[in-house]
Every structure is written in C-alpha cells, then in structure tokens.
C-alpha cells in the first residue's frame, strides 16, 4: 500500500491537534471527534496535554484516504518544544502547515516554513479558524505572500468568514481568476506555461495545469492553500482530496538494506524505551538484529507498524512506513537505525537553548535519582543537556522557557515521583574567540615557543603524538568550521584508514574540546586547523590525539581570548500607541535597542532587539505600562559580546589550563 507520512506544524494555538482528530473523523479512524479542550483528542494522549490544553510531545495516528495510508503526526507548536518538531521533520513526506485565520503569520510560522523548505518537504497550506470573529483570509493570504512565499495558490473561496456560517466552497475548474492565479505561479518555474499564458492564458488545459500543481507542490516548488474550521469541521473534506491528490507518497526500497531514523523515545511504566522511527529503506522483521546509531547490533524485539484502523497488525516494517520498535537498547532520539539514511543528518538548524537553570532534589537523598532521571528525559529530548558542574556538583538544564520548565518539574513529579525546584533561570552565554591563537605540542620535546613570542611552560607532553593547532575568529552564526592543513605523511594511517577518517575524527575531538571555553561556555564561530601532525607507530593511540586536542586547544584559545555573548530576543511589540513613548523608554533602560516603530489604527508596533535575560523584566511590566493591551512576541536573535563583567559558568570537568588536576582527573576517568 502506498504511504505518506504527514506532519502537521504551526504556531501553537493554531489548532493542530484540532485538525489531527478532524482529520482522523473524516477519513473514518476514529467515529466521534474528541476536543482539546475537554482533553479527548487522540493526539494529546498525555495527562498533562490534555490538563493544560496544550501540545508537548509529537504524536503519530494512521488513517487511510482512498488507496493512501496516511501516518500523520501532530506537533507541538509553542516554542518551548522546538526541538520535538525538529526531529520530526527529518522524517516526512509531506506537511500541513496550519495558519490561524484570525491572528494569521506569527512568529513561528516563516520559522517553520523556512524549515520545511530547507528540507524539500512538500507542503499544504491550512487557514484554520475562519469560524471566529476576526477572521479575515484574504489578509492572511497576503501576509503569507509576503512573509512566507509568493508562490501560493489558494484553492478555494470563504464565504460569511467569522460566524458560525462561514463555509468554503472550491474554485470550480473553469473559475477565471483561480486558473489565472494559478498559471501565473506555475508558469515561475513552468516556461511552457509562461509561454502559454503570455500567448493565451484561456489555451491552457485544465488538466495540464491540475498535473503541474500538483508535481511543482511535490517538488516543494509551489503551496496550495485550503480553508477552513478544525472545530466545526469546515472544508476538511477538501484538505482531506488534496492530501491525496497533491502530495507525493514516500518511496523506497525494501529489498536495499535497512535504513531508518528515531524521531521520538518513549518509556514503558517499566522503564523499557520504545523507538519511534521510519524506514527509508530496505524491511525490518522481528527479532532481526541490526544496527543503532551508527554503533552496535541490537535486536529489535517487537515491532508495531503504524498503519490505519482496520489492517492486520504487523511486525515487519519496510520501506516507507512508520513503526513503534522495542529493544534497540541505548537508542537515542536521532539515531540511524541500521545504514543511515543518505545525505547529511537533516537539521532544521532552530536556534539551540538560551536558558538554563539549576535543578535541585526536594530531599537531598533523592539527588542521585534526580540525575537519573533527567538524564533519561534527555534522551527523549537531544536538546535538553543536562549538566553536572565539577566544584558544586550541582544539576542544571539547558531551557527553551518557563512552559517547558514547569513540565519538566510535573514530569519529574508523575513519572518519577521526585519532588524537585528550579532555581532561577539564567541565560546560557556563547564564547567566541577575540584573536587568532596557536600551540602545539611536540611528541615527547619540550614545546615549542607560540606565534605571540612568550614560551609555553617547559612541561613534557604527557601524549604520545604531536600536534599543532589554530583557531581564529569566524563570522556570527557560523558555528564551528574545522580543516587540516598537514601533509598525508604526518597522518597515521594506521590508526585512522584514511586521511578524511582522520579529518572526521579530529572534527569529533575539537568540537568536544570547545564544548567549555575559558569561562566555561561553548565555543563557536571560529575555524579550527590542524597545522602539525605526528606520531610514532605503533605506540600512538586515538586516545593520543583526544587528548592533545584538548590541551592544545586550550592552549591556542587562552592566547587567542575570547569574548562571552550573551543571547539577545528580537522582538515585536503591540501597544496602544498613547503608551508607546513609556514603553519605548523602558526597553532603553533594560538595554534594548528599538529598530522600527509604527502606528496604525492607534496601535504602535515596535521592533527591537533585546538581551534574552531582559526579557522577563519586560514581559512583567508590560501590562502596566500599556493599559493591560500590550503583546509581545520574541524570536531568537543572535548573540552580542558582554562589555562589563561577563559570566564564567564552573566547568564539568577540570581545565586543561589546569594542567596538574586536569591530568590527574584522566588517570581518575581512565
Ligand atoms: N473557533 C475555532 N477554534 C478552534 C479551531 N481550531 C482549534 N480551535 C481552538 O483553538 C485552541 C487551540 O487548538 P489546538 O488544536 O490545541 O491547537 P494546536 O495548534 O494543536 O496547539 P499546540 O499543540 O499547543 O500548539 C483550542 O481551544 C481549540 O478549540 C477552529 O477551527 N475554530
Ligand atoms: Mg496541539
């Protein structure tokens, strides 16, 4: 059977979940139609989903429309949960991206779009809520071409939009202006049609144009827009036909060997994990071992294919299909589940944390518990790093925000039963070299005198290899680039195969030797080059070159310096303009910068840039300052180095700086 594994994505609120259990109703999965709100969708299965009304974890359900099976899998779209959505789609055929009728693009929609397009993942566009007051859709549809893309082609019409009577009806084959619209976005990548339509626009076949929609939505080239009601199930049928008609069902092959990807882990009550992942390629059976993360065998013990209402249960995956999968012991959310898909490993590339807080056990015996814990919810989630420092021994985790740490805390609370507090959240800096700096060290010799002129402290290199280091300053947001430049010959082959093994393993030591700079935080933007290598076979080891690459790093970074930034929001306020001046002038008291203001209507909207440990401060005085009306959207917004005063993070684990503890704590790690 044909698959298409479906992701729905928008701004939270937008009314995924709603259209999910829509969706499911129509396509007869399920036979009554639950509600977020009273807590009885089918994909807000979890307690505190459905307590709080709100979407936490993605969730897969199948249904079958015509000869399709459908996987869709519902996401959660306030911010705070970014990284559940990241996963997901590295692992679609095809999205529904839902954009609210009423309060149309807001700050996570072009962030999603932009994702989706990075990663050719063909997509529908959904105006959902043309029931509620304010609903306006053709103010969404040009704030959608603006903000999104002008290739956007809305596919049918809303009639009484705002009341409890709005409908939709789809443009008829023969509407002019929709064939009009139509042929005018195809014919941007279509040159035959540009042809046609410059000649006569009334000679294109309707037929001819019905194709090329749907191969240019499938080629991720062109968005079709539906509308309509989640709630009250308005214009779900045609969403339903075009999810048929216009987007591209996964292919592969299930005779090739097995490869997958994990986009989700979830604990048994008894502790097992079970694997979400989707099969590119090749068929995986029970029982059959295969390979997890690109590391050891592990034999899958029981398989679940998701598949809709009413097909035999299965226990062999292929190609195409989505499964629940139990016994591939150390999975972690990302891994490759036997050869890993082809291309690189898919990121959506969303801005990492800015937060973190120090987490603290209720009762002081249960601290041990409490790391245990949270190290399993790190699992689930790749991007809450859960840190212990060295000196305080205290545990702190990387945040999104407030939301996503109140339900850490009822996690920790419900499924572990351990009571524990946050202390306050602080924000997590970046540091970035100041200068260039080098060092080296050289295979049992003194070291060498660096590139400044001082001399480096006459201790012996305590490795077996040589090697020489340079890191140098590289634009914001450029993260970490790395390259050697040393001759084939100071390689040892014997040890790493090749030159570009060489090359992939150094990358892993370097990136790990950045992870604590000088004042504790992550290293980034800057470029890192081997310029010495050497080695003496066969007494050399990996472990030689893990080490040095520590020392020498931050030996190179210490000449080099850094600076700390900290993280800034860009953002967007709405407030009565009588309000703005105070408004304004607070931003300039808490350091933020304001980039645009305008007005309409007696409502002022301001652009600013602001430091992310601000924004707190003015989110709690934003009422007060405009008459309760004020709102305040925030984005990430890069980073900024910190003039006066900089905070140092303590280290998880000794500094090579430090030499004498740092060696010592190897002997004690081994
Ligand atoms: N009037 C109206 N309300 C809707 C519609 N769709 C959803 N809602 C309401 O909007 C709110 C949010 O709906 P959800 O389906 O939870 O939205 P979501 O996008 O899944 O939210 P998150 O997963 O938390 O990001 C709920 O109160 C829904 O009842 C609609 O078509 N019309
Ligand atoms: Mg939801």
Known sequence: MRTLNLGILAHVDAGKTTLSERLLYTAGAIDHVGSVD???????????????????????????????????????????????????????????????????????????????????????IFVNKIDRAGADDRRVVEAMRRRLSPAIVPMGAVHEAGGRSATVLPF????????????????????????????????????????????????????????????????????????????????GDPDAPVSGRVFKIERTASGERVAYARLF?????????????????????SIRVFAPVGAPRRDIVAAGEMATIRGLGAVRVGDAIGEPPAGDEPTARFPRPTLEAAVVARKPEESGSLRA????????????????????????????????????????????GIGADFRETTVVCIERPARIGEADEI????????????????????????????????????????RHDVEPRLIPL?????????????????????????????????????????????????????RLTQLVLMTALERAGTWICEPL?????????????????????????????????????????????????????????????????????GYQPISSDPPRRPRTTPSPLDRDAWLASLTKRG
């Open 569 to 637: 929001s860009d953002l967007t306020l709405e407030v009565p303009s009588s309000t703005a001046p105070g408004v304004v002038a607070v931003l300039g008291q808490l350091g933020g910068r304001v980039r645009g203001q305008f007005s309409a209507n007696r409502m002022s909207t301001v652009d600013a840039v602001l430091p992310v440990a601000r924004v707190r401060q003015l989110q709690n005085r934003l009422p007060g300052l405009s008459m309760g009306e004020g709102i305040l959207e925030t984005r990430f917004g």
């Open 443 to 482: 295979i049992r010799a003194k070291t060498k005198t660096n590139i400044t002129g001082r001399s480096s402290p006459l201790s012996e290199n305590p490795f077996m290899a040589t090697l020489g280091l340079r890191i140098e300053p590289a634009s914001p947001g450029s993260g970490i680039a790395y």
């Open 281 to 301: 390629a090749g068929t995986l059976r029970a029982r059959q071992r295969v390979r997890v993360g690109g590391g050891e065998e592990a034999k899958a013990t």
């Open 172 to 251: 008829p084959a023969d509407d002019d202006f929709h064939r009009t619209t139509l042929a005018e976005v195809l014919a941007e990548n279509d040159d035959a049609i540009m042809r046609a339509y410059l000649g006569d626009a009334a000679a294109l076949p309707e037929s001819g144009l019905r194709a090329e929609l749907a191969s240019q939505t499938r080629r991720g080239l062109l968005h079709p827009v539906f509308y309509g009601s989640a709630a009250l199930g308005v214009g779900v049928d045609e969403l339903l036909a075009g999810v048929h008609e216009l987007l591209g069902e996964a292919n």
């Open 38 to 124: 009273a807590g009885t969708t089918q994909t807000d299965s979890l307690e505190l989903e459905r307590e709080r009304g709100i979407t936490i974890r993605s969730a897969v359900a199948s249904f079958l429309v015509g000869d399709l099976a459908v996987n869709l899998v519902d996401t959660p779209g306030h911010p705070d949960f970014i990284a559940e959505v990241e996963r997901v789609l590295a692992v679609l055929d095809g999205a529904v991206l839902v954009v609210s009728a009423v309060e149309g693009v807001q700050p996570q929609t072009p962030l999603l779009f932009r994702a989706l397009r990075r990663l050719g993942v063909p997509t529908l």
């Open 494 to 546: 014997y040890l790493f195969k090749t030159p570009d093994m060489f090359a992939s393993q150094m990358e892993v030591y370097v990136r790990e030797a950045l992870a604590e700079g000088l004042a504790g935080w992550q290293v980034t933007d800057c470029r890192v080059t081997i310029t010495d290598c050497g080695y003496a076979s066969p007494v050399t080891s990996a472990a030689d070159y893990r």
């Open 373 to 416: 814990a949270l190290s399993q919810l790190a699992e689930q989630d790749p991007l809450i790093d859960v840190r212990q420092d060295d000196t305080r021994h205290e545990i702190s985790v990387s945040l999104y925000g407030e939301v996503q740490k109140e339900v850490i805390q009822a996690t920790l609370e419900r499924d572990y």
